[in-house]
């Protein structure tokens, strides 16, 4: 049984940042990632890293503005997201790799997830 939490969503500016942060405590994962579901669109990729450091990958729409980081010593993965615009407003969820998977992206098969936290971008 996995247990991921998501921290640091928000509402910002247009142009703002925020840091989302995942805690995964007790476990270990051969990629960790971070998802978002748009209003009324599909739950999609934004980014990955394999926890063994050997690379991150970036959805189109994210890359250059946002940058996924672990802190191992504290089971810790994070998304900071810069120059965030109204189109990335929606719900961000942490995800883990694991057996039994369903959701793809970046080359990893995705199985457990957090609960979400909310981003707000308002124009």
């Known amino acids: 049984q996995v247990q991921l939490m998501e921290s640091g969503g928000g509402s910002v500016q247009d142009g703002g940042t925020l840091r989302l942060s995942c805690a995964a405590p007790?476990?270990?994962?051969?990629?960790m990632g971070w998802f978002r579901q748009l209003p009324g669109k599909e739950r999609e990729g934004v980014a990955r890293?394999?926890?063994?450091?050997?690379?991150?990958y970036y959805a189109d729409s994210v890359k250059g503005r946002f940058t996924i980081s672990q802190d191992r010593a504290k089971d810790m993965l994070y998304l900071d997201m810069d120059r965030l615009k109204p189109e990335d407003t929606g719900m961000y969820y942490c995800a883990a790799a694991g057996q039994g998977t369903v959701t793809t992206f970046g080359h990893c098969g995705f199985r457990d997830w957090g609960r979400g936290t909310q981003v707000t971008v308002s124009s």
């Open positions: 007790g476990h270990t994962y051969t990629c």
């Open positions: 890293l394999y926890t063994n450091g050997r690379g991150s």
